[in-house]
């Protein structure tokens, strides 16, 4: 047997099961024949399986959420992977917001690192015996062979084809080497990767959303590595290991990784293991036709958050482009994820990569504000109490802030068909809804004036409160009290806002209400 040398050291803690991963290293070889016995499941079983590289951004998220719709469409279940392996790119605290980010757009995992589960652990840095074990089967085999190949000579390589206008690829040099050659440079402790044998023949799959999909690998690649020299397995060894151990069905993955499927599956093969089905999303690119990253601040989804986009909203938003439901679900208003769940169709999503058109991000938001404060009490008080404390929060100074919860509501079911976030009601032209005025600035309008006012408002027989009714009742009152228009407006905008700027008087008035409104005015009466 060829011998195998690894080096290993954790350098990621997360929740796991603990006792399974002892009974992993304990049992050995016996962990694999007792998977291999085990019928198959028919439950259909996903997975989402970020690096943590980084932070999510829509793209990842919509891997997410079509993944999790899938599974429990079908009554499957949904899986969280943390695939680790690229230690070199790790950022410190990503994992944990990754989970963080997708609870909070309420995709829950039913097995994760920090949910445990009967396949775990559920982070690659702490699957590395099943790694160990598998390889050595490749091995054994004569599938996977030492390559002593130095980065040099494979620059080489690279460089000789580009000058020769060919595809850069290995040679598979380490191929054809004797065992006795083998023997004699890991005796030297040279540094070496492990490859997979690839079959020279025509690969091809059948894609759930591109169908069938033909590709030559041998002629376009050489041997792939599946054990770096720091005895790490790379993505394409440990996806498979994992996909095979945790029973995964489906795997619904970006398009990025549809020239990486033929390759999964000669793995998978090598092993005698069936395959998952493969269905491989189009791009979702920005609004320019770029392909979103990582690196842009403008697509995570803390940056949504704080923009003060609701996770509903935003997952309705990835939704809006290339497809995956039924055309039942345009009927719907307010949208929720238990109705993506009924109206998702696999068969449905476009071949074909999609724009996210940005104007729609706020009319899911306030279509989501819509639906929570009409059919959601519970979720309506929070609404409530989140304008408070914006409110607070963006006027500390202020002593004097009307944020009585009913009037809250009341400027909330006015607001929600022109506002995108909750954050449009605190500033500028609407700060008059939360300032109280301090005092009447214009007193050219006498406070027994202001009182008869006041009490033809509460009169509901004599004026609708709407904007353009009220115009003109005020005008008609200035002509009953002889009264110049334009000064008793100025006299109002003082009692309603004590600020120079905003709405116009009688739309200020309707947004207010009428029981605000007059409250107001009887308050500036009474100031001397």
Known sequence: MNMLIFKFKPVIALPTDKTLFRALVSYGDNFRSVCSKASESKEVRVRFAPSPTGFMHLGGLRTALFNYLYAKSHGGKFILRIEDTDQERLVEGASEQLYKELKWAGIEPDESPWHGGPYGPYVQSLRYEIYKQEVRKLMED???????????????????????????????????????????????????????????????????????????????????????????????????????????????????????????????????????????????????????????????????????????????????????????????????????????????????????????????????????????????KALVEEVIRLVREEYAEENSLDLNEKHVREVLEWAVSRIGTLSDLIRGKLAFLWILPKGRKDKTIHNSVLETLANSLSDETKVQFEKTDLKQFLRDFANQHQLAFDQLMKALRSCLSGLHEGPGVGEMMDILGRTKTIERIRLAAKRK
Not at 175 to 197: C, S, W, Y
Request: glycine letters at 6%; a positive charge; aromatic letters at 10%.
């Open 142 to 380: 004569g599938r996977a062979y030492h390559c002593f190949c130095s980065e040099r000579r494979l620059d080489l390589l690279r460089k000789e084809a580009l000058r020769m206008r060919q595809i850069p690829k290995y040679d598979n040099k380490c191929r054809h080497m004797t065992p006795g050659q083998i023997a004699e440079r890991l005796a030297k402790n040279d540094k070496f990767v492990i490859r997979f044998k690839l079959e020279s023949k025509a690969d091809e799959f059948q894609d759930m959303i591109f169908g069938k999909i033909v590709y030559f690998l041998a002629q376009n690649e050489g041997d792939p590595v599946i054990i770096k020299s720091d005895g790490y397995p790379t993505y394409h060894f440990a996806n498979v290991v994992d996909d095979h151990y945790m029973k995964i069905t489906h795997v619904l993955r970006g398009l990025e990784w549809q020239i990486s499927t033929p390759k999964h599956i000669q793995i998978f093969h090598a092993f005698g293991w069936r395959p998952p089905q493969y269905a491989h999303l189009p791009l979702v690119m920005n609004a320019n036709g770029s392909k979103l990253s990582k690196r842009q601040k403008d697509v995570q989804l803390d940056h949504y958050r704080k923009m003060g986009i609701f996770p509903q909203a935003l997952l309705n938003f990835i939704t809006q482009s290339g497809g995956g439901f039924d055309r039942n679900l345009n009927d719907i208003q307010g949208t929720q994820l238990s109705d993506l769940i009924q109206h998702f169709d696999i068969k449905k999503i476009n071949a074909h990569s999609s724009r996210l058109n940005p104007d729609l991000l706020l009319q899911c938001n306030r279509e989501e504000i819509e639906y929570q404060l009409k059919n959601c009490p519970e979720r309506a």
